[in-house]
């Protein structure tokens, strides 16, 4: 999996995209992607925004595991 800075890298070239019309993009090992219509910009943004959420969340369970020393 992508690293947190490189999907927010991506999502600022895929939002850019999606604003200025463009509809071919070119990544960082230089290989150009050509999205058919808006709605499938709009749909790898989607999952791109899922996909950076789910790499920040921390685990918020904690457990103790304690004894008596016996």
């Given amino acids: ?3 947190l ?4 890298a ?3 070239r895929l939002e ?3 604003f200025s019309g463009t509809r071919r993009l070119k990544d ?3 290989e150009e992607v050509e ?3 808006q ?3 709009m749909s790898a943004l989607a999952l791109l925004e899922r996909a950076i959420a789910a790499h920040g969340q921390s685990s918020s369970t904690i457990r103790f595991q304690t004894s ?3």
Avoid: D, H, P, W
């Fill in 35 to 37: 999205f058919r219509s």
């Fill in 1 to 3: 999996m992508a690293s």
């Fill in 10 to 12: 991506y999502r600022g």
């Fill in 39 to 41: 709605t499938e910009l």
């Fill in 16 to 18: 850019r995209a999606v």
């Fill in 28 to 30: 960082s090992n230089g």
């Fill in 68 to 70: 008596k020393g016996l």
């Fill in 5 to 8: 800075i490189e999907l927010q």
